[in-house]
C-alpha cells in the first residue's frame, strides 16, 4: 500500500488537493499534528471537492504517535537528500510504503532526516528554486511508485465517456 504522510502541513488547499491525489490512486493520507488548519475547514472541502466521502486518512497527535502505529518502510523527500526519487525501487506491491512529506515553510526537521539519510531523496531541479509546491511533489512520488508498480489496481482507461471517446464521431 501507499501511504502519503504529510508532518505538520500548514496550506489547506495543498492538503486537499492532495486528499484527492490519494483518492484517485488508492493511497493512504497520514496527517501529522499540529496541522496549519482545521479539517472541516471550506478551503478543504473545495479543495478535495466531492472526493473526501472516498478519502482513507488518519490524523496523529505527533510523529511518535504516528510512527508506533505504521510499519513499513519510511521514504523521506527533503531538498536536503543527496538521491533523486527515480533511485528507489518501490516495485513490491506487497510492501507498505510511506511517503513522508514536510510542512511547507522548513520541510522535515533535521532530526528526524539525520538518521535516515540512505532514505532521503530529492526530486531533481534547477537553482532557480529552492523546491516544488508540496502537492506537486507528492503526486510526482506517487506516481512514481505506481509506475514501478505497473499501476497496480488503477484505471489505464477513461470509464466515463469510453476508451473510444476520441476516435468516435
Not at 488548519?37 to 511518535?64: I, Q, T
Not at 515553510?105 to 531523496?121: A, Q, R, V
Not at 502537492?135 to 470509464?159: D, T
Amino acid at each position: 500500500m501507499i501511504n502519503i504522510v504529510l508532518y505538520q502541513p500548514e496550506i489547506p488547499q495543498n492538503t486537499g488537493n492532495i486528499m484527492r491525489t490519494c483518492v484517485a490512486t488508492n493511497s493512504k493520507l497520514h496527517l501529522v499534528k499540529p496541522l496549519g488548519f482545521s479539517l472541516d475547514d471550506k478551503h478543504m472541502k473545495r479543495s478535495g471537492l466531492d472526493y473526501l466521502k472516498f478519502l482513507d486518512y488518519e490524523v496523529y497527535e505527533n510523529y511518535e504517535e504516528f510512527k508506533s502505529k505504521n510499519t513499513g518502510t519510511y521514504y523521506y523527500l527533503t531538498r536536503y537528500g543527496n538521491k533523486p526519487h527515480t533511485s528507489f525501487d518501490y516495485s513490491n506491491k506487497d510492501e507498505n510504503i510511506y511517503l513522508i512529506f514536510g510542512k511547507e515553510s522548513t520541510g522535515i526537521p533535521k532530526e528526524i532526516l539525520k538518521d535516515k539519510i540512505d532514505f532521503c531523496m530529492r526530486i531533481p531541479m534547477t537553482d532557480k528554486t529552492r523546491t516544488l509546491n508540496l502537492s506537486n511533489c507528492v503526486a510526482i512520488m506517487v506516481y512514481e511508485v505506481l509506475r514501478q508498480q505497473e499501476y497496480n489496481g488503477l484505471l489505464k482507461k477513461e470509464p466515463f465517456k469510453g476508451e473510444d471517446y476520441l476516435t468516435k464521431d
